[in-house]
């Protein structure tokens, strides 16, 4: 009788060892007298609270809406109409020859006031023929360059009038994030769209930014509505040499950032921004190894990251999820709550390592959860698809003890199976139970506690059937997640 067996396990996340309360006080106070300076230097600027996303959902149905956000989102519908057609929108360019006498210094103007009027009597013959060449043109048109009716963001057309009800998503985030004051949200929709032309985000999904980064964000699956998810991983910065080539030079700074827009621009690929479809995302943020706010260069380029991301993708974010959380971040956060909205602060979820699984279970299915968090999704994973991923789950009552039967009844199949606990730690254990009575069971996994996914194989040579057993010895309700699939031998 021939039993083949392979076992791999992962372990989640540790407790942090919190670090000392004395060097907590002190990392505390250099946030803090770093924000004092920060909070000086911007004085003028919307307070933090103004640029603050949604921390729920809202319907974008026009027949939800209030009376008073239909009127806000034809005000701004309005005002972005006139915009466009009156070619309002972008800063106008300056000329050359006005460019070049500003930069003139003052000791130089009177010897060069003869070449300048030159360039400035060709510019004049130069508008005057171009006026010669318009009168047989209609009075009152304008150049077809002049305006552009085709302006679009994420791919929606911007100009009202076109009729897009995806317009009207797009332009109800600007007036959210601006708690529907449309003066402000058609001032912040225009600041984005001059920082995207400015920052030539139309070329940027195409641009190979390299590969360094790739470890620190990623997007992967989605969450129980369909939002798309997006990781941070903070801990890689713990290494050195990642950690210099990111955040060493202004340059490199700039390059993070830009990355980092790349990025999210990816993310919003997967937006459909229909009326009742999704157009936000979710984000986790592990914070496990994180280098912490001891170091200024990660402070001042995350704290650039977030102002930018909060600027120019308001509403975007649907849910914002911390996860293995250490001491210092609780003190940290603390300073920033007081600045933030009770819409904002009602986005922000936090977990401890002991409890990052059962966090993102309320919200990611298991299937979608990394491995590394207590869930069943793998990295290039060539044993389960997406079409054969969803998992069943059990409950497991205090005290109790369940199994999982799987059918084994053609001979020389090979059985695999992905097995994970949610809520603390249990006993188990894998055997194969023949269907002849005078054979004998084979045990596949030895009884062992178990708080990690494992995956198993095993390939039978009689007909009879798996048994997993799960004893849940605590005083405390557990779940457990299992699928399974077959693989045929070949004839």
Same mark, same amino acid.
């Given at each position: 009788m021939t039993v083949e067996v392979q076992s791999e396990a992962t372990q989640v996340a540790e407790v942090v060892v919190p670090k000392e309360e004395l060097e907590a006080k002190k990392i505390v106070e250099e946030v803090e007298n770093e924000k004092v300076k920060e909070e000086e230097e911007e004085e003028t600027k919307p307070k933090a609270m103004e640029k603050s996303s949604s921390y729920r959902e809202e319907s974008n149905f026009l027949s939800d809406l209030k009376e008073n956000e239909k009127k806000a989102l034809n005000d701004l519908k309005s005002k972005l109409e006139e915009a466009i057609l009156g070619n309002t929108l972008f800063k106008k360019e300056e000329s050359t020859t006005k460019k070049s006498l500003e930069k003139s210094p003052s000791g130089e103007e009177e010897e060069k006031k003869d070449d300048e009027n030159k360039v400035v009597e060709k510019v004049e013959e130069e508008e005057t023929k171009n006026e010669e060449n318009k009168e047989d043109e209609k009075e009152g048109d304008l150049d077809v360059d002049e305006v552009d009716k085709e302006i679009s963001i994420w791919g929606v057309p911007l100009l009202p009038s076109k009729g897009d009800e995806k317009t009207n998503v797009i332009l109800l985030k600007f007036l959210r994030a601006r708690d529907y004051?449309?003066?402000? $949200?058609?001032?912040?929709?225009?600041? @984005?769209?001059?920082?995207?032309?400015?920052?030539?985000?139309?070329?940027?999904?195409?641009?190979?930014?390299?590969?360094?980064?790739? =470890?620190?964000?990623?997007? $992967?699956?989605?969450?129980?509505? +369909?939002? =798309?998810?997006?990781?941070?991983? *903070?801990?890689?910065?713990?290494?050195?040499?990642?950690?210099?080539?990111? &955040?060493? @030079?202004?340059?490199k700074r700039k390059q993070f950032l830009?990355? /980092?827009?790349q990025l999210m621009e990816k993310g919003i690929q997967k937006l459909d921004f229909k009326a009742g479809g999704i157009s936000s995302l979710l984000q986790i943020n592990d914070l496990k190894n994180s280098p912490g706010p001891s170091k200024k260069e990660v402070r001042v380029a995350t704290k650039q990251a977030v102002d930018l991301l909060q600027d120019n993708y308001p509403e975007f974010v649907a849910k914002n999820i &911390?996860?293995?959380?250490?001491?210092?971040?609780?003190?940290?956060? $603390?300073l920033l709550s007081p600045f933030l909205t009770q819409r904002t602060k009602s986005k922000f979820v936090f977990a401890r390592p002991a409890k990052v699984t059962?966090?993102? &279970?309320?919200?990611? =299915?298991?299937? !979608?959860?990394?491995?590394?968090?207590?869930?069943?999704? /793998?990295?290039?994973?060539?044993?389960?698809?997406?079409?054969d991923c969803e998992a069943s789950e059990i409950l497991l009552k205090a005290g109790s003890t369940e199994t999982i039967e799987i059918p084994?009844?053609?001979?020389? $199949?090979? *059985?695999?199976?992905?097995?994970?606990?949610?809520? +603390?730690?249990?006993?188990?254990? !894998?055997? *194969?139970?023949?269907?002849?009575d005078n054979s004998y069971t084979i045990i596949i996994q030895k009884e062992k506690k178990l708080s990690s996914p494992i995956r198993n194989t095993f390939k039978n040579n009689e007909a009879g059937k798996i048994v997993l057993t799960i004893k849940n010895t605590s005083s405390k309700k557990k779940k457990a997640f299992y699928r399974h699939k077959i693989k045929k031998s070949a004839i």
């Open positions: 004051k449309v003066n402000e $949200s058609f001032e912040m929709l225009k600041k @984005t769209l001059q920082w995207r032309k400015d920052f030539k985000i139309e070329s940027i999904l195409e641009e190979d930014l390299g590969s360094d980064l790739a =470890p620190t964000a990623y997007m $992967s699956g989605t969450d129980n509505q +369909g939002h =798309p998810i997006c990781y941070n991983i *903070f801990g890689v910065l713990d290494d050195q040499e990642l950690y210099n080539k990111t &955040f060493g @030079t202004e340059e830009r990355w /980092r827009v &911390f996860i293995n959380v250490p001491f210092w971040y609780y003190a940290f956060q $603390s059962e966090t993102l &279970f309320k919200y990611i =299915p298991i299937q !979608e959860i990394p491995i590394q968090y207590g869930g069943l999704k /793998r990295e290039n994973d060539f044993e389960f698809s997406a079409s084994a009844a053609e001979v020389g $199949s090979t *059985f695999i199976w992905d097995v994970t606990i949610v809520g +603390g730690e249990v006993s188990y254990k !894998e055997e *194969f139970v023949p269907e002849d």
